[in-house]
């Protein structure tokens, strides 16, 4: 089976830090965040992807060439201007026409059990099976109802909180035939949300949803993001790249300097990175090239590469963008 990895998108709640690369590419563990998305892939058979690309699309090269020197074959379609979450789909149509596919919104984390979520799509003969996960608040999500035996009944995209029928919300993972590709119009703007789903919830056409176990959180925006760092340090989310988790685990790349009286405590901390005698990193994921310097205290804060801390500064809950000094 093929994957589709819809990456397209501006990123814009992660500004600055998407203003140089898209937020697929930012690092869960000192990692960018796609090679999880395909190490999930990987472990459940599916070594065949498809990057949905758009916005800086250049900026995946890397990432496709390690993909393939680890087996993977990978293609990349592009938009020139995005066509939306169902027009990318669409504009994949020659990947995505001979056979069932995934298809992935490529900012979500997770270690799903992806064969059972096609074996509940095969069950049903689903046109379409979307993956359910439980949240607090629905209200940044698609909210998806369903009757006993899993098919959709409505899909309301970023409903008010009080007007979610269920806190189950699309989780961005789905199961689709080729048979939906004839129902998003081609070079288009489409979006599965907004048009493609509740049109096929309307036609009774068989789009079915079904709950599973395992972690997931979407990483875009700058809490999330964070979160989902701490959750690989600490082992709620489990990856190879964390070698010892637990709840004061950090991660340092072997190339940082770090001073013999600096700090690090839950923080990731990438390639080339230098802190400085008394510099204390807490909660925090610091990009390549950052500087700490001497005394200066970073608390639950991303910082983009080469970012410079100064002498006794102070940088709390805070996103900077590459290179910006403090
Ligand atoms: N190729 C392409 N073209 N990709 C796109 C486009 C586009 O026009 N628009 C968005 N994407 C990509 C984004 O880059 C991201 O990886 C994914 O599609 C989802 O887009 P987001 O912008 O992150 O959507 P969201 O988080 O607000 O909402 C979506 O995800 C939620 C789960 O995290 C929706 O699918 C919700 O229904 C869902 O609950
Ligand atoms: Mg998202």
């Known amino acids: 089976m093929r994957a589709l990895i819809l990456a397209g998108g501006f990123g814009t709640r992660l500004r600055p830090l998407t203003h140089t690369r898209p937020k697929h590419l930012l690092p869960i563990a000192n990692r960018p965040h796609i090679e999880h998305v395909l190490g999930l892939l990987h472990r459940h058979g599916v070594t065949e992807a498809v990057l949905l690309t758009s916005y800086l699309a250049e900026a995946f090269e890397e990432t496709i060439a390690s993909a393939q020197a680890r087996g993977f074959t990978m293609h990349v379609t592009h938009e020139e201007e995005p066509l939306g979450t169902a027009g990318a789909i669409k504009n994949a149509e020659e990947f995505a026409r001979d056979g069932t596919c995934l298809v992935f919104n490529g900012d979500v984390l997770t270690d799903i059990d992806l064969g059972a979520l096609i074996g509940f799509h095969r069950d049903r003969e689903a046109i379409g099976t979307i993956y359910l996960t439980p949240v607090d608040d ?5 909210v998806v109802p369903t009757d006993d035996d899993g098919r959709v009944t409505g899909f309301i995209e970023k409903p008010a909180r009080q007007e979610a029928p269920t806190n189950l919300i699309n989780a961005g993972i789905y199961v689709l035939e080729p048979a939906i590709l004839d129902r998003i119009p081609p070079g288009e703007v489409w979006s599965s949300e ?23 959180k979407d990483i875009g925006t700058p809490g999330n993001l964070l979160g989902a760092n701490l959750d690989a340090l600490s082992g709620e989310y489990q990856t190879d790249a964390v070698a010892g988790p637990g709840p004061h685990a950090s991660l340092v790349d072997a190339s940082a300097e770090i001073a013999e009286d600096a700090q690090v405590i839950s923080s ?32 639950a804060s991303i910082l983009g590469q080469g970012v410079g801390v100064a002498e006794e500064a102070i940088v709390e809950d805070e996103t900077l963008g590459d290179r910006e000094r403090v």
Do not use: I, M, N
């Open 138 to 142: 629905p209200s940044a999500f698609g």
């Open 194 to 216: 907004h048009q493609l789903f509740p049109s096929l919830v309307a036609e009774e056409a068989g789009l079915f949803a079904t709950p599973l176990e395992g972690y997931w």
């Open 268 to 299: 990731c901390v990438g390639r080339g990175v230098r802190l400085f005698p008394g510099a204390v990193v807490k909660r925090s994921v610091l990009l390549p090239d950052v500087t700490v310097a001497q005394g200066a205290r970073v608390t």
